[in-house]
């Protein structure tokens, strides 16, 4: 079943005299537990619209429902609220706090979760049962990232959402991280969409919606996923 319906979604940015219409009618259904790519080249409107269904922006126009209830019309409170208890963000850059472990960095964010699972729990499914002790400038980069996915994903949220998660780092450590996320993607069921430019997804995801022009211009249903192991 669909956990977001998108309808004829439009943003229009505005500055000063100048208009830019970031997105222009999108169309979209996310079924519950699927792993989505947002493909397409710079400027097309993937992050404009990833930050509309995580709630961190309003489209102009247009219906953004998520089970069934409208965020389009939801308050700032009520979208604070949504963000806060459905939605896990992961960003090219991980704001890790340098001078707490990777368990710490985790366990900031389970203290104050209604029914979190433990920071052991969340680093072991990203693969880092044996660095959990280790301060982030004792991790590589992808490994960064994975505790910065453990962090995001700690708190149980519905939806993940991924914007450049493998933007600062190598192609073949960006593999590594794209795993990690399809493996918490099959074990916690969260829906998940990914902003990457990163090849190897296309092996990965359920769905590959290909942006242009503020629109998407294709969707492919993945009939070669390789299961994550
Ligand atoms: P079907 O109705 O034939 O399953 P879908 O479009 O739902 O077609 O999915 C096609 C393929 O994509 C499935 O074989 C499945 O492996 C994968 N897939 C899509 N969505 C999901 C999902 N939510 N969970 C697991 N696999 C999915
Ligand atoms: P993508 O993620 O595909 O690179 P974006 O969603 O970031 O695309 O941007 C879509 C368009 O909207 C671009 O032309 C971009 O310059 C513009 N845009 C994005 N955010 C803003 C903003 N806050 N203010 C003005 N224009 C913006």
New binding site residues.
């Given amino acids: 079943s669909a956990i977001f319906e998108i309808t004829g979604v439009t943003k229009i ?1 505005q ?1 000063g005299e100048v208009e ?1 219409r ?1 997105l222009n009618g999108v169309e979209l259904k996310l079924q519950r537990g699927e792993m989505a790519v947002l493909l ?9 619209l990833l930050n509309i269904i995580g709630g961190l922006d309003r489209p102009t126009s247009g219906s953004v429902k998520f089970k069934g209830e409208e965020l389009a019309a939801a308050s700032d409170r009520e979208l604070t609220l949504y963000r806060r208890n459905h939605v896990g963000f992961v960003f090219q850059f991980y704001n890790l706090i340098p001078s707490l472990t990777a368990w710490e960095n985790v366990a900031l964010i389970t203290e104050v979760a209604t029914s979190p699972m433990s920071p052991a729990d969340a680093l072991a499914l990203v693969g880092l049962e044996n660095r959990m002790h280790h301060f982030p400038a004792q991790l590589s980069g992808g490994e960064q990232q994975r505790v910065a996915i453990a962090r995001a994903i700690a708190k149980r949220p519905e939806v993940l959402l991924c914007d450049e998660p493998t933007g600062a780092l190598d192609s073949a450590t960006g593999i590594i991280v794209l795993e990690a996320l399809a493996r918490v993607n099959a074990e916690t069921g969260a829906t998940t969409a990914i ?1 990457t430019h990163n090849a190897g997804i296309r092996k990965i995801a359920h769905r590959v919606y290909s ?1 242009l022009d503020g629109r998407i211009a294709s969707c492919v249903v993945n009939e070669v996923r390789i299961q994550p192991s």
């Fill in positions: 940015y500055t830019v970031a397409g080249p710079s400027g097309s409107g993937k992050s404009t902003i942006f």
